[in-house]
């Protein structure tokens, strides 16, 4: 995956909060969660007494600040974004919204903006207090994405993807998914929170599917000089970004890392096969029309 290197960044499109983390427990709902949020809550049981939606937690906490001096000097251009991780993820982020913001208009809407925030260790939200053990989430009472960008070391080293900047970036796509959900009012259709043909399920894979229509449009979609931003994707860039689909379904984490055992009743996500088949349906027709995962009866 390449940026062209004379674009220009649009810093406003993200946070830099690295370093004033605050633990605790987020709230769970209408996508909240993220790709490995409920799969997380799932394994660890550790959000016990989760907080309630609405809680006025957003915001900094006491002593935090948002510094994006380091992402202001280091990030400017799509050569930054070349050799820079940190450039690469702003780049990601603003290429998607560029690609929403141009399908809104299409379809005659208006695309809002969500920021992301980069986070260490923990974050306060619009949805509660969150660790980074919730891995990368998107909270609807905020519109905003919130990432701890060690989640792509841990992805790798735990979860044995291949990764790479385009497994990153799907990751992203992902979340960014759950915005359009939240501003088209999909994520509050969801009633059931798990099982293999929930309505959590229905919503991730969508994601995922909304993930694979940017993907098809990324190098096609222009930024304000006219050029888009991201100039190439390989099919090995493709290939890994299936790859980490595998690697966060609910029954590879649940046989993997979850003691051995598929429990499809469990499922909020989907299984690897299905993140697969709905990141390749989107990638391959680029068409959103066809991420309606809550009519279909055929999942995968």
Same mark, same amino acid.
């Given at each position: 995956?390449? +940026?062209?290197?004379? =674009?220009g960044l649009d810093l406003s499109e993200v946070q830099d909060q690295r370093g004033g983390g605050v633990g605790g427990r987020v709230a769970i709902g209408g996508g909240g969660l993220g790709v490995l949020g409920l799969v997380v809550y +799932?394994? +660890?049981?550790q959000f016990g007494g989760v907080a309630p939606s609405g809680s006025g937690l957003s915001g900094l906490g006491s002593g935090q600040q948002t510094d994006d001096t380091s992402l202001s000097s280091e990030c400017r251009t799509g050569a930054d974004a070349n050799r820079n991780r940190d450039c690469a993820t702003v780049a990601v982020i603003n290429s998607i919204q560029d690609y929403w913001a141009a399908e809104f208009a299409r379809s005659g809407q208006t695309y809002r903006k969500a920021t992301t925030k980069f986070f260490s260790g923990g974050v306060r939200t619009g949805c509660g207090n969150a660790s980074s053990d919730v891995g990368p989430f998107y909270c609807p009472a905020d519109s905003m994405v919130y990432i701890d960008l060690a989640f792509f070391d841990e992805l790798r080293s735990r979860f044995g993807a291949q990764g790479g900047p385009f497994a990153e970036a799907y990751v992203l796509a992902h979340e960014y998914g759950h915005?359009?959900?939240n501003l088209n009012g999909t994520s509050d259709r969801v009633r059931s929170r798990s099982g293999p043909a929930s309505d959590s399920v229905r919503l991730e894979l969508q994601a995922d599917c909304y993930a694979g229509v940017w993907a098809n449009h990324a190098t096609s979609t222009p930024t304000e000089t006219g050029r888009p931003l991201v100039t190439d994707i390989t099919q090995d860039d493709i290939n890994r970004a299936l790859d980490? =689909? =595998?690697r966060i379904g609910d029954d590879y984490i649940q046989r993997e890392l979850g003691g051995g055992r598929v429990d499809e009743s469990q499922f909020s996500h989907g299984s690897s096969k299905q993140r697969e088949k709905w990141f390749t349906t989107g990638i391959t027709t680029g068409d959103p029309a066809r991420c309606d995962t809550f009519s279909t009866r055929d999942l995968g």
């Open positions: 995956m390449r +940026f062209d290197e004379g =674009a +799932f394994l +660890f049981s915005h359009v959900q980490t =689909a =595998a």
